[in-house]
């Protein structure tokens, strides 16, 4: 069974840019979820998606960020524009229904200049 | 607001050796999920074990297991016979039994282990 796939990898770029991540979860897992996660600290939800839907997005930066999940499946968080502070690793996870463990990817490390 | 602290940043232990990491919660539910996690430099989180707050019994998986109080609100990891690919960041996790379901995760605790 494949994992939850990421990319990129890595992604280096200037303030007041912007920037997107992909991620595409296992195949048959509902729910989606972003993280960041800040160097020296744990992983923070950005948001939770079910199917298509947002769950909880409490804690998204809503005047840059946005993300979607499209036809249930694979999910973009969209930064626009990027400060400093939004340097960190960007992970991705998903669960299937009625199943409590999360499975997550490799992330994505981003660094903002 | 729950919330997950863990009072050790780093630890480090004798291959072979046995380790507890400590981990403590603060939650008014009665009814929870509690996880460790695993984060190797490659990033990707990998569950250790998990323990329902229904359960009395501490769970165990191989080498791995929890001390679960939940009176303290204290749920620490043993690694008992450490083998030097144990090394990395461990997460604590709390899960609420309802609502979004997200993880709330503590700081992390850096795992060194020496040969």
């Known amino acids: 069974e494949a994992g939850v796939a990421q990319s990129p990898r890595y992604k280096i770029i200037e303030k007041r840019q912007s920037v997107a991540f992909w991620c595409n979860p296992i195949?048959?897992?509902?729910?989606l979820y972003w993280y960041q996660q800040i160097l020296g600290q744990g992983p923070k939800l950005l948001i939770q998606?079910?199917?298509?839907?947002?769950?909880?997005d409490s804690q998204l930066p809503k005047d840059r960020f946005s993300a979607e999940r499209l036809k249930g499946v694979d999910s973009t968080l969209k930064i626009q524009p990027a400060k400093l502070e939004d340097s960190a690793v960007y992970l991705c996870?998903?669960?299937?229904?009625?199943?409590?463990?999360?499975?997550f990817g490799p992330g994505t490390r981003l660094t903002v200049t | 607001a729950q919330t997950v602290t863990q009072s050790q940043p780093e630890m480090s232990v004798q291959e072979a050796e046995t380790v507890t990491l400590s981990c403590t919660y603060d939650?008014?539910?009665?009814?929870?999920?509690l996880f460790w996690y695993k984060q190797p430099p490659s990033r990707q989180m990998i569950l250790v074990i998990r323990?329902?707050?229904?359960?009395?019994q501490n769970a165990t998986e191989n080498r791995f297991s929890v001390n679960f109080q939940k009176a303290a609100k204290s749920f620490s990891l043993k690694i008992s016979d450490s083998q030097l690919g144990d090394a990395a960041m461990y997460f604590c996790?709390?899960?609420?039994?309802?609502?979004?379901?997200?993880?709330?995760f503590g700081q992390g605790t850096r795992l060194t282990i020496n040969p």
């Open positions: 996870a998903s669960r299937l229904a009625g199943v409590y463990e999360q499975y």
């Open positions: 998606f079910q199917n298509n839907g947002v769950v909880d």
């Open positions: 323990q329902e707050a229904y359960k009395q």
């Open positions: 939650t008014s539910e009665s009814d929870y999920y």
């Open positions: 996790a709390y899960k609420a039994p309802r609502g979004a379901q997200k993880l709330v």
């Open positions: 195949s048959g897992h509902a729910t």
